[in-house]
């Protein structure tokens, strides 16, 4: 279980080796204290969401948090393949996980660089919309368009904000919230096509 297509996970999994050799120090202390991939998760969820309820002037701890975010999303993968109990529930509090910043990020800046709400919830809201059809469409095998992933320039567009003390990421959100919309409706599109043309359910029968 994934958003990535065929293409795209050739190439996560070059990165994934290296990645791998990269964190495997801190992956062994991690076995060696018993933590779990899905512990990982949410404590990196835990953190990116105190570091959203950060003052404004606290740049450097802001950036801080939001790095051992990333670091957390990026070895709770390695973590599960090392103990051997990658599965598709794992996966899914992966993505889930991965993409709650985009909530959160968005709500501190609301609060504290003035965004747009209007233009920021709709942004959260038809990108994780998007990003659920992706998951979707890829367990069922449908080809979607090669689309852009923007999460890690919206963290640093926030960063950015907190740094220059102004808003840079409400112009930013509104494209992206137009973007997400067409390729939510188109990934909509090309799912409906499928079901339209494969009416079989998932015991071979019609429903």
Known sequence: ??????????????????????????????????????????????????TCLLPAS??????????????????????????????????????????????FVSAAAIHHVGAWGPAMVVFACAYLLFIGLVVYANALGIVLRRFVRIKYVFFLLYLGSLYFERDLVTYFCGLCAAYYLVELFEALRRIYIYHDTHPEGPGGEAD
Do not use: C, W
């Open 1 to 50: 279980m994934d958003y990535a297509n065929k293409e795209e996970r050739k190439a996560q999994r070059a990165f994934a080796a290296i990645r791998d050799k990269v964190f495997s120090p801190v992956i062994g202390l991690l076995l060696k204290i018993g933590v779990t991939p899905n512990q990982v998760s949410l404590a990196g969820v835990a953190v990116l969401a105190l």
């Open 58 to 103: 606290q740049v450097s701890m802001a950036a801080g948090g939001m790095a051992l975010y990333v670091l957390f999303d990026g070895i709770d993968g390695p973590l599960a393949r090392r103990l051997d109990i990658a599965h598709a529930g794992g996966a899914l509090v992966d993505i889930v996980a991965d993409h709650m910043g985009v909530v």
